[in-house]
């Protein structure tokens, strides 16, 4: 968790947000795109999680596209 905390404020320290609000940017992922995450804060590729959670690499995209899309959205001002 301590990672996916660090992940979302280095990604979003430029708007200068309260911790309550990267919170709720992490709640409104799934729990998949939760898991995704964690994986890319621990550093693994693509590849690596795909290998791991036994998905297909375009699923991986997929969820990450999704992921940068609701931090994207999320009303920041």
């Not at 590729?45 to 992921?67: C, G, P, R």
Request: proline content about 1%.
């Amino acid at each position: 968790m301590f990672c996916i905390r660090i992940f979302l404020k280095v990604f979003l320290t430029n708007r200068k947000l309260q911790w309550d609000e990267h919170l709720s940017t992490y709640h409104n992922l799934t729990p998949r795109e939760r898991i995704i995450l964690k994986h890319i804060t621990y550093g693994q590729s693509n590849k690596e999680i795909t290998a791991e959670l036994h998905i297909t690499e375009k699923t991986v995209k997929t969820h990450i596209t999704s992921i940068f899309g609701k931090m994207k959205d999320q009303d920041y001002t």
